[in-house]
T-cell receptor, first 117, second 112 residues
């Protein structure tokens, strides 16, 4: 199984600032994703991080607000830009350890808990 | 629109009892149904999963029951233990697609 490390694990940010979350996987994964989990709620997919190209965003999420990079198979970053209190949430990095098309196991990092004041 | 509906929102069970969490879906293209377990401060972890070609899958104390005609599936935790206290998410996806649609979660508390 893959181990996914995220940092920071938590942060308190001021309105209008931006924060970049880093995600490192200990082994190669075919797909990497970023999810948002608002307090006490379910997980919502933000985007699929594509290696060496622009991320694929889900409805309601845009690149200007959540720029994502994935320079190689094991590393990705998510930036939350121009933050507002509504962005306070847990952001989770995840990876799929088997080729696309198989019902593989989705591994999650422990999440980055952001609080925007 | 919630693709996967989950109930109950919270559940309290006595130690040794059976915990049952239910999920329902509409999209008949879904063909993979995992359950994730999440402890406070941790990311979700895959617990057990089922495909619609079987009606039940058991792993230790955890069983998924699947009813394809009703488009429902449920998680049964037998002999529930305090260490099972966590939030459980059902999910559904289509093989080959990227998105995993999660239910709203069930917060399980097992009382000693």
């Amino acid at each position: 199984s893959a181990v996914i490390s995220q940092k920071p694990s938590r942060d308190i940010c001021q309105r209008g600032t931006s924060l970049t979350i880093q995600c490192q996987v200990d082994s190669q994964v075919t797909m990497m994703f970023w999810y948002r989990q608002q307090p006490g709620q379910s997980l919502t997919l933000i985007a699929t991080a594509n290696q060496g190209s622009e991320a694929t965003y889900e409805s309601g999420f845009v690149i200007d607000k959540f720029p994502i990079s994935r320079p190689n198979l094991t590393f990705s970053t998510l930036t939350v830009s121009n933050m507002s209190p509504e962005d306070s949430s847990i952001y989770l990095c995840s990876g799929l350890g088997v080729p696309s098309g198989s019902p593989g196991e989705l591994f999650f990092g422990e999440g980055s808990r952001l609080t925007v004041l | 629109q919630q693709q996967v509906k989950q109930s109950p929102q919270s559940l309290i069970v006595q130690k040794g009892g059976i915990s049952i969490i239910n999920c329902a879906y509409e999209n008949t293209a879904f063909d993979y149904f995992p359950w994730y377990q999440q402890f406070p401060g941790k990311g979700p972890a895959l617990l057990i999963a089922i495909r619609p070609d079987v009606s039940e899958k058991k792993e230790g104390r955890f069983t998924i029951s699947f009813n394809k005609s009703a488009k429902q599936f449920s998680l049964h935790i037998m002999d529930s233990q305090p260490g099972d206290s966590a939030t459980y998410f059902c999910a559904a996806s289509i093989t080959g697609a990227n998105n995993l649609f999660f239910g709203t979660g069930t917060r399980l508390t097992v009382i000693p």
